[in-house]
DNA sequence: ATAAGAGCTTGAATCATATCGAGGGCTTTC
DNA sequence: GAAAGCCCTCGATATGATTCAAGCTCTTAT
C-alpha cells in the first residue's frame, strides 16, 4: 500500500525532499520539521482548504494533483493554479484562506499545524529563503497565466496548457512527447477561462491537423514539439 | 523642485519608509541601507526594465506609477500588474528580467545594485521576511487579478478596476469616492484584457447608468459606492 | 441485461467583444 | 492660427466563444 510506505518514510526518503519548501534545510532543521509533519491524505474531488475557513495547518504536496481556485455567486469558477508534488499549500502569517484548495486526485500532503510553521519560518533563514524563492517563482508563473488568460486566444491556451504539461511531465529538462492530462475537460476550462465546449472542440481541432495525438481520452501524444509550440502563440522573445 | 526634495532625504522622511521593503527595518538596518541605497528617476513612458536584460538594480517606486507587463511577437499586450509608491520592482536571485517594466506616469525608484541588496537579503532576516510577506501579497493579487481576466464580463471588468483604483487612493482604510485614473484608456485595455474600444464603450455605459461621473477624462467620482461594487462582480463570500 | 450517471463530443444559434472606419476635442509646434 | 499628434468616443460589421441541445461511450449500480 503506497499509503503506508508514505506514512512510514522520514524526511530522509521523501520523494519531494530536495524540492519543496524544506529543500535547503540542513540535517538539524530537517530533524525538527521531521518532528512536527504529519500525512494527510484527500480523496480524489475532496476540498483541501476552504476560502473563509479558517487554516489550521500548511503543508507540501509529497503525491497527487489539487487545484487553488475561487467561485463567483453565480457560479462561474476559475481555477488559478495547479499543486504537484513539491509545491506548498497555504500561507504563513494569514489566519483565513482565500482561495479553494481542492484535490483532483487522490492527494496526500505534508502538513505542519500553522503556528508550529510559523516559528520555524521566523528561526530558520533556509526555510523562509526558500518560502520566498517559491512564492516568487509562482508570482512568475501567476503573471505568465495572465497573459493567457487576457490575451490568448482558445486555441492558443489549448496548445500552452499541453506545453505547460509536457514539460512538467519530464523528470528531466526536455519535454515529454507523451503523457497523461491530469485534468478533465471541465477543470482544463476552468483553468483556461473557457467552457467545457470550447476546450472538447480544439482538442478536436489540433488532433485534426495532426498537433497531437489522443490515445483515449486522457491519453496524449506529440509529434511535432516545436509545431505545438507555435500553436502556442509566441510571448518569450 | 519635488526631485530634489526627495533625492536629499535620508530615511527617516521617506514616504515610503513604513510601507515598503524596509518597514520592519531596524535603525540599525535603515542606516546600513541608506548607505548603499541610489535615486533614480525615469520619466513617462520610459522602459525602466526590459524583459531579457540583465537586472543591474532592485528597488522600490518612491512616487509615480509604472506597469509591469509582456508583449506577445504580433504586438498584443498583457499588463500584470501596477506599481505604485512602496511596491518593490526585480527578483533578488534572478540576474535576467522575465517581464517589461515601464513608467506610466514621471517615476522615481530608490534602488539598490542587485548584489549588494542580495547580499541584504540573505543577512537581515527582517528584509527576507518583508519581501516574503509583500511577495505572498502580490501573489494573491495575481490570482485575483487571473479570476478578473478569466471569467468577469468587460463592465465587470471596468468595474472591479475602478473599485480598486479607489481603494488605493484613499489614504486611510475607506474608499475614496473621487480619484484621478492613473491609466490611459490603452494602458486600462492592456489591464484588463480589452481593446480600447471596449473600455471606452463601457466608461459611457457606467456614465450612462449613473454609476459614475466622468469630470473629465481623467478624474472620475463615484456617486454609490455599493452600486458600483455591485457591478463589479462578486467574487468574495 | 438494463439503467443511470459522468465525462466527452458535436451542431446550430446567439451574443459579447473585436475589428474597421470615422471623427471630435485637446495640446503642442511652428 | 493652421497643422499635427494624442487620446478618446462611437457606429457598423465581423468573428470567436458561449449557450443550448442532443447524443455518444464508458463505468458502475441494480
Chains 1, 2 share one sequence.
Not at 47 to 65: N, Q
Request: hydrophobic letters at 45%.
Amino acid at each position: 500500500m503506497i499509503q503506508a510506505l508514505i506514512l512510514d518514510r522520514n524526511c530522509s526518503q521523501c520523494p519531494i525532499r530536495h524540492r519543496a519548501v524544506c529543500a535547503t534545510c540542513d540535517d538539524e532543521e530537517i530533524l525538527a520539521l521531521d518532528k512536527i509533519k504529519f500525512y494527510r491524505t484527500f480523496e480524489a474531488g475532496q476540498p483541501i482548504m476552504w476560502s473563509g475557513d479558517r487554516m489550521e495547518f500548511v503543508g507540501s504536496v509529497v503525491s497527487g494533483t489539487a487545484t487553488i481556485e475561487r467561485l463567483m455567486e453565480d457560479g462561474r469558477k476559475q481555477t488559478m493554479g495547479l499543486l504537484l508534488p513539491s509545491d506548498f499549500i497555504g500561507r504563513p502569517g494569514r489566519n483565513t484562506a482565500v482561495f479553494d484548495v481542492t484535490a483532483v486526485t487522490d492527494v496526500t500532503l505534508c502538513c505542519f499545524r500553522r503556528e508550529s510553521f510559523e516559528k520555524m519560518v521566523a528561526e530558520t533563514p533556509h526555510i523562509s529563503q526558500r518560502m520566498l524563492e517559491m512564492a516568487l517563482d509562482e508570482l512568475d508563473a501567476a503573471r505568465d497565466w495572465m497573459l493567457l488568460l487576457g490575451r490568448k486566444t482558445a486555441r492558443e491556451k489549448i496548445a500552452t496548457f499541453l506545453m505547460m504539461v509536457a514539460r512538467r511531465t519530464s523528470i528531466d529538462d526536455t519535454v515529454a512527447t507523451r503523457f497523461e492530462l491530469p485534468l478533465t475537460r471541465e477543470a482544463m476550462a476552468d483553468f483556461l477561462g473557457l467552457t467545457i465546449e470550447t476546450v472538447s472542440r480544439n482538442f478536436s481541432a489540433l488532433r485534426k491537423d495532426k498537433l497531437i495525438v489522443l490515445e483515449d481520452k486522457r491519453g496524449v501524444s506529440i509529434p511535432d514539439i516545436d509545431a505545438l509550440q507555435a500553436e502556442a502563440g509566441s510571448d518569450a522573445p
